[in-house]
């Protein structure tokens, strides 16, 4: 797992409220895992955590899993194939890891904490193949398994991904049908990434956010790229998205402390021009 | 602790509810030590447990015991003499670990979950002894620790049980007066066993599953038997249960992963001719 | 953590309340730590805590902390100086750790369960500094930093402490303005021990527990010994409360079972003559 805290603003969080706040996050991943006679790997993952604004620490639903040669199905609360390809979160920065150019569209992920009453029936299904350089991913969500007919404009979610690195190269691609359980609400997303060197690296990230509601949510294109000098590491980003006002941006930095800890720093500019800020610390355990 | 998943089928399970479903459970047992210089073991246990259909993980109430040269003492969340003897339990079958054929009486067990905000006065103390071959337990709950008088039609359980192996047989015997802290719900269980060989064994359970607000719950007679060849054992049951239209029965088959792991199945007919039916995964950790 | 359980009776508990009841507490933290290059070490800490009486086991909000050379800074659900300062707590007796001695002010403290939901948006910041036997205390604590403005009557909780051991001798101060958030409730605490051999110490404590409300808590005195011989060691104290009707007193005994158990009792008359007594284990790991 690991922990984090520093401070975050954002600018007219809210009438009445503080713009900036101490923002923290603890993480703890249980896992506990088994293999067969014939290599078969059987697994659970449980995890505790806790973000500021919490006033208690509970566990999330649990996630199965069985592994054999670089095929893993998993059960419960899965990793979905659109969370979980390669380059989609790239752009992120700061000590929060966050960033106006991830996805804008709605789909579901593996669930850190506690869900609400009404999503008590959620079941994943979810595959992921591993063959040398290539990543293949798939998953099916069912919004609620306990009754028998879905309510109407709700439909299972399917999901597909895929990703590859050749060289200098990094590509991924995924689609989701019916993503969050929303009918027609089919999203995309296609990466491309290109090491220039060592320590520069530029990536494109495209998205078709897809339609909730008979509204366009827009497609969306995110140009990001970091550099390293020493421990230092700076990060920049533009995002566009469909139908916004403004297009979002975001210029970062980390300085690594040593065994997967670091100070990280941004400033971001959203589609509608808020600013947000952050710096703070992220350490690895 | 041990995590299971696999596919349910319950025959007509409700209306506009879905027959079959993926029913999981991942229970981690947290336990702690220490023993003192004169040999006696401090213990304490929590357990977190997910099923599906929950929306989040939560430890249970603790147990607390201490234990010398075969003698063990447990305070608040104990295991009761009722649900910890032998045999009672080894008509179950399928990933799951049911059967029809376990007792229909209502009584007080180890919690492995939250419990509800009524019972928060719950406490038990239990007390088992091995010898050689032999178990004896003993167990008092008080509903409401809380309360200087129970409510009227409330009382302390108090169980008393004990089981014995010689050979190829095994024995057991458990009697719970006020079980469930129901005024006059007495119940009694007689348990025999024979291993015909080193891979078949057969048993009888016989219950008094005592009366609830002057209604008797009837007696039950549970007969079982399991064989095994190779990593495949099958197992079957048939149970007669006083009052009811139907005598239950259930097959089954497991077959052994290695390590504790298994794949396993059943089909089983209730005591109303209800059909259910399971296949899944189970492994230990 | 540790785990305890014992009888408590508190004399005149309540209406229809039963007097003795077997009290238990379950405490696990879980800690995880990382070391950066330059030998900071990043921390964070989450605690289970299971008591008789609750129903369920969730954890706390985390305390996160980075450490250089006896320098300690700690976010989120910290330990505040007023709680973490020497001596305050050194009357307590008895398998729970209890004494009327301790100090009657509203102060924040470290958290161990669920908060209320109200308070979701405490944050804390503390600071200590460990030279040679010194230790150096500094907490500050925002009892809602969501908000812009706190309530009227509701501040920033600012503590300062220290302790202090030379030779035979220990001393303890703290000083916290608006203690518990709340303002003009500013509290402070005088300490002193002496170890009159390896076996027999005394100590006094001074505390001001401030003003909640325009009423004034009182000013408290309370006078403690201890003596051991072979594995028992003996304890007494006696509290003054200005205003209170009569004089607190103690006394308990503690037996060593080794590996840090031991079997504790304590009888004790509260600032109103009400007499309460326990008897239990207590067991660390």
């Keep these: ?15 009445g409220l503080s713009d900036t706040i101490i923002s923290s996050r603890l993480r703890f991943n ?42 893993t199905v998993s059960v419960g609360n899965v990793d979905t194939a659109f969370d979980s390809v390669a380059l989609t979160y790239d752009s992120e ?5 966050s960033s106006f150019g991830d996805s804008q569209a709605s789909f579901f992920a593996y669930a850190s904490k506690a869900i609400p009453a009404g999503a008590a029936g959620y079941m994943g299904v979810a595959a992921t193949y591993s063959f040398g ?13 306990r009754v028998s007919t879905l309510p109407v ?19 991924a691609a995924a689609y989701t049908a019916d993503a969050a359980g ?40 995110t140009l990001y790229g970091n550099y390293t000098f020493g421990a230092t590491t700076v990060r920049a980003y533009a995002s566009d998205l469909e139908g ?22 941004s400033i971001q500019s959203g589609f509608a021009s808020e600013t947000v800020a952050d710096l703070g610390v992220r350490f690895n355990f």
């Design 1 to 15: 797992g690991y922990g984090r805290f520093g401070a975050q603003y954002v600018e007219d969080r809210g009438v």
């Design 30 to 71: 249980v896992d506990a895992t088994t293999e067969t006679d014939a290599g078969v790997t059987f697994g659970a993952r449980l995890r505790f955590q806790n973000d500021d604004g919490d006033t208690q620490t509970v566990g999330n639903n649990a996630k199965f899993s069985a592994s054999f040669s670089g095929f």
């Design 93 to 97: 920065m700061g000590y929060e890891d």
């Design 133 to 145: 350089d290539a990543n293949f991913y798939f998953s099916y969500v069912n919004p609620d398994q």
């Design 153 to 171: 404009g709700t439909n299972e979610e399917v999901g597909l991904a895929f990703d590859y690195s050749v060289g200098q190269f990094k590509i």
């Design 182 to 221: 929303i009918a027609d609400n089919d999203i995309a997303f296609l990466g491309a990434a290109y090491a220039i060197s060592d320590v520069a690296n530029v990536g494109l990230n495209y998205y078709d956010n897809g339609t909730i509601a008979g509204v366009d949510v827009g497609d969306q294109v």
């Design 244 to 265: 916004a006002s403004n297009t979002a941006f975001g210029i970062g930095a980390d300085y690594a402390l040593g065994e997967g800890t670091r100070l990280s720093g």
